[in-house]
């Protein structure tokens, strides 16, 4: 077939790009190839924004920081480069001409991140090193700018949350069968297991917590609706796959978020009143608030290790504050926010901050063999903790805001979603089930820093908001015929 000129142009183009990643590779300048891969990036994303932003999904877990190769800065490679140029052609679409719906702006999810990031302004402002707080506070714009935002565009479509989650779950099944494969040649060995998840997660407590978090995903693309034999065959090679990923993570928070996630399950599916929810919390809490010397005193007797293969003593050691240095790093981290915000109470350090400042709050009695002098080791292991740290009261009672809300907006959806759409109705559930393990898991590791666990995280919540208009739009026409 004779080639047009278009096409022509196309195949030099090709031919030129081959010769020149020849050349610089030649030169060890191989980095330089990616340039007219970066231009090809640009022009689907604005040509093809939606398949675009659908392969962020699929993408997402298997991003590599190249913080480990280059020992400067970290960046996970290609996502976050994607997700940057995504919120700025957001929102020179969004100055350009609206793309947003209106009603987005009255939803409970958005005010409550609305706050969220307003405090991370001013706190970034009164923070004892500036440069790091707007640096988060720009880490935390292109995550959620293009992912929560563009996502309630993307999702007006409910087949494209379908193929979100789709996506997300095909990438983490080539994370995971690759991590089974390389621990499968240690025999599986715990202490393997920490790390053999490399180069697409750091260490296994972050593979952990989003496999725990594909869990429920994954059930509910099997039980949404009646398949073909041969997707229903592969939905439940996915379900195995997950389950043997589960298990030999080897991390015990991920094993209990799961567990946590059927209690939610159980009060939305016998219709628990909040009411009496609420009652037990605070009978809970006020229990724990005057018992806490003697449940120490308990936790302090159990000297169990995860050092058997037995899951129950793995499951049993996680309330060993006394051996475990994992446990008790952890308490030391905890000890030093809580002493940074009784320091810095209104403001707090400043977003970002955390990892830089603690050493010197650490208590010489909370040292573990796994901590470090000089503060060097990471953040403050808590979604919630961590903010009180950087961000004083207010930034902890913002993170809770948008947790109540993403959790009060996900179950009323469920329960005015109509009946009859079963399969929807299945998705939304296991989405707050999803959501359940990684907010539950939040009280024990942060990590919505990363692509792992924010791309994720805040497309549900765009889904949810999406969803929610739909509802809306759904009930006003068929009030308008009526």
Not at 292 to 313: C, P, V, Y
Request: with cysteine.
């Amino acid at each position: 077939m004779q080639l047009d000129k278009r096409n022509s142009l196309f195949l030099l183009a090709g031919i030129a790009y081959i010769l020149l990643s020849v050349y610089f590779t030649w030169r060890d300048q191989a980095y330089l190839s990616l340039f007219p891969i970066g231009l090809l990036a640009v022009y689907f994303a604005i040509f093809y924004s939606e398949w675009t932003f659908l392969s962020i999904a699929f993408l997402t877990p298997i991003s590599i920081n190249i913080e480990e190769y280059t020992n400067s800065f970290g960046l996970f490679i290609p996502t976050e480069p994607m997700l940057f140029g995504f919120m700025l052609l957001f929102m020179l679409l969004q100055f350009r001409k609206p793309i947003l719906n209106p009603d987005i702006w009255k939803n409970p999810i958005i005010w409550a991140v609305g706050f969220y990031l307003f405090w991370v302004f001013i706190t970034s402002i009164t923070s004892i090193n500036p440069t790091a707080s707007f640096k988060f506070l720009l880490a935390r714009l292109w995550f959620i700018v293009p992912v929560l935002l563009f996502g309630t565009y993307i999702f007006r479509d409910s087949i494209n949350i379908k193929r979100f989650l789709w996506l997300f779950i095909l990438g983490m099944m080539i994370a995971i069968m690759y991590t089974l494969v390389v621990h499968a040649s240690y025999r599986f060995g715990e202490k393997e297991g920490h790390w053999v998840m490399w180069p697409f997660f750091k260490d296994h407590t972050i593979y952990g917590a989003i496999v725990a978090l594909i869990v429920p995903l994954v059930f509910g693309l099997y039980f949404s609706k009646k398949h073909s034999p041969l997707i229903q065959a592969i939905i439940i090679s996915m379900i195995g796959i997950t389950l043997l990923g589960l298990y030999f993570s080897y991390t015990r928070a991920a094993w209990l978020s799961i567990f946590a996630a059927l209690g939610v399950w159980a009060l939305i599916h016998f219709k628990i009143k909040f009411s009496l929810v609420a009652g037990i919390t605070l009978f809970l809490g006020t229990t724990l608030f005057f018992s806490w010397d003697a449940i120490q005193m308990e936790l302090a007797r159990n000297k169990s290790e995860h050092t058997t293969e037995e899951f129950g003593e793995k499951l049993q050691s996680a309330t060993n504050v006394t051996t475990d240095a994992s446990n008790l790093e952890r308490i030391n981290r905890w000890s030093c926010a809580i002493s940074m915000f009784e320091e810095r109470p209104m403001f707090g350090f400043g977003p970002g901050t955390y990892a830089f400042e603690y050493a010197r709050f650490q208590d010489p009695e909370n040292l573990t063999i796994i901590s470090t002098n000089f503060g060097d080791a990471g953040n403050a292991h808590s979604e919630y903790l961590g903010p009180l740290a950087e961000m004083g009261a207010i930034g902890f009672i913002a993170m809770l805001l948008i947790v109540s809300a993403i959790f009060y907006k996900g179950i009323t959806l469920y329960n005015q979603w109509p009946k009859e759409d079963r399969e929807m109705r299945i998705i939304i559930l296991s989405m707050i089930l999803s959501l359940t393990t990684y907010f539950v898991h939040g009280i024990l590791n942060n990590f919505m820093d990363t692509d792992k666990a924010a791309v994720p995280i805040w497309a549900m919540c765009a889904a949810f908001i999406a969803l929610e208009i739909s509802l809306k739009r759904k009930a006003e026409i068929s009030k308008k015929l009526s």
